[in-house]
């Protein structure tokens, strides 16, 4: 048995680890200086006491946006002036009532209870601002989450009309590009007052990102030019995501510590994808609603016994023979809510979940071909069958189980 001396002792290849991790920002945010410039220049008036303009920032995921933002609102706090911001995640601040808490706890001690009303809040959230003359910043980080955005965004616009001195504007940041449509006209038009994107990085930016933060992260000629450039390539070929890309130097990193090298080449980044990857499907499963997660488990189930039609199959241009029908998919999605007790959906309904399945690239679907009567959808699982399937059985069994029981008391409850 080592000691806690000999582990902490152990040669690593990392010189600090923290500038890996997905919530570090670093001083310097290569490629993004324009938009970061141009954000600066929008919120700048309210450092002269006027009201910042709202902007709307958005771009697909690990694009920078989230980085960029927070890295004005630093500089921006440096300033001393009666200008503030209040960042959040709506991830977690998912509706009117919680953002305004937020914004009272942030700012009003004496308000740090539970209990008040929106109304209450509202007008705390005004006394303050009017009493300071203050020029209120909100970020709203993956905005699209809130709920009740509509009203959100028409008691915030509000609060500026109430307001006899001082100002409040919004941030909103989000990935989801079309979920601006859903919201009503006026609050899109205050919210998105002023629009930026942010583009995918390509593979040259990539790599520049990367080089940057393994100079930081790692000792000196620690990860071979190859190993930065062929994680680059990996993370530009699936969205251009510097946060996947990161992710994958970090996690080489650790397989080269496992390994006790002092060294990260091609090989610890190819370890690394197949390690990321699986932890990413494991993310996205846990998220799934239930259904979602049943005929997934089914699939997967159904991949590892067998499928009926595996002759026809192994004839076709499916090599490996993994293909299954989608009709036997939801025979044996059929036989998992029985076992898992919970209600079987139409195949309607299937079929949509097979679809939002894809979507998320947790299957591959193809028409069936001519070997098979009529058209049928044949379903491939995207990941080890075998790893699914337990990681689904353990999110029933030890997470879900009690949420079944609740849903039958809740269906109890409606019919009194
Ligand atoms: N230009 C850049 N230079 C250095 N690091 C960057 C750059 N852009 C992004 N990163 C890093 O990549 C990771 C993801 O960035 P960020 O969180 O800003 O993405 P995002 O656009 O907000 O994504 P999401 O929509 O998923 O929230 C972070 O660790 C961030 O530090
Ligand atoms: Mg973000």
New binding site residues.
């Given amino acids: 048995m080592p000691t806690f001396s000999q582990i902490l002792s152990k040669p690593s290849i990392f010189k600090d680890r923290n500038v890996l991790s997905?919530h570090?920002?670093?001083d310097i945010?290569?490629?993004?200086e324009e938009q970061i410039e141009k954000i600066m220049n929008w919120v700048a008036p309210a450092l002269k006491n006027e009201r910042a303009r709202n902007i709307f920032v958005y771009?697909?995921?690990?694009?920078?946006?989230?980085?960029?933002v927070r890295h004005v609102m630093k500089k921006f706090e440096e300033e001393k002036q009666p200008a503030c911001t209040c960042y959040m995640n709506c991830r977690i601040y998912n509706s009117r009532y919680r953002v305004l808490q937020k914004i009272t706890k942030d700012f009003i001690p004496e308000m740090d209870k539970a209990g008040f009303g929106v109304a209450t809040l509202y007008e705390k959230i005004l006394a303050w601002i009017s009493g300071g003359s203050r020029r209120l910043i909100i970020v709203l980080d993956?905005v699209d989450m809130v709920g009740d955005l509509d009203e959100l965004m028409y008691t915030l616009t509000r609060a500026n009309d109430d307001l006899k001195h001082g100002s409040l504007s919004i941030i909103g940041?989000s990935?989801k590009l079309d979920f601006k449509n859903v919201l009503d006209p006026r609050s899109r038009s205050s919210l998105c007052e002023t629009e930026m994107v942010?583009a995918p990085y390509t593979p040259s930016q990539l790599q520049a990102?990367l080089l940057?933060?393994s100079q930081m992260g790692f000792g000196q000629d620690a990860v071979d030019e190859s190993a930065i450039n062929l994680a680059a390539a990996i993370a530009a070929q699936e969205t251009g995501d510097?946060?996947y890309a990161?992710r994958l130097l970090l996690k080489a990193g650790e397989i080269a510590d496992e390994h006790s090298l002092m060294h990260i080449s091609d090989k610890e980044v190819e370890d690394a994808r197949k390690n990321v990857d699986s932890d990413i499907a494991a993310e996205i499963i846990a998220t799934l609603p239930d259904q979602q997660q049943l005929v997934l488990y089914a699939a997967s189930a159904l991949s590892l016994s067998g499928s009926k039609y595996a002759k026809l199959f192994a004839a076709s241009d499916d090599e490996d023979g993994r293909f299954l029908a989608s009709g036997e998919v939801y025979e044996e999605y059929t036989r998992a809510c029985k076992a898992f007790k919970r209600k079987k959906r139409s195949s309607r309904w299937y079929r949509e979940y097979l679809n939002d399945l894809e979507m998320l690239g947790l299957i591959t679907m193809v028409e069936s071909g001519p070997g098979m009567r009529g058209h049928t959808r044949l379903i491939k699982v995207g990941y080890p069958p075998l790893q699914i399937k337990a990681l689904i059985e353990k999110n029933f069994v030890h997470g879900k189980v009690m949420a079944a029981e609740d849903e039958d008391a809740g269906g109890t409850q409606e019919k009194l």
């Fill in positions: 997905p570090y920002v670093p945010l290569p490629f993004r771009g697909k995921t690990g694009t920078g946006k989230t980085a960029s993956e940041i990935n942010f990102i940057q933060r510097a946060r990161l």
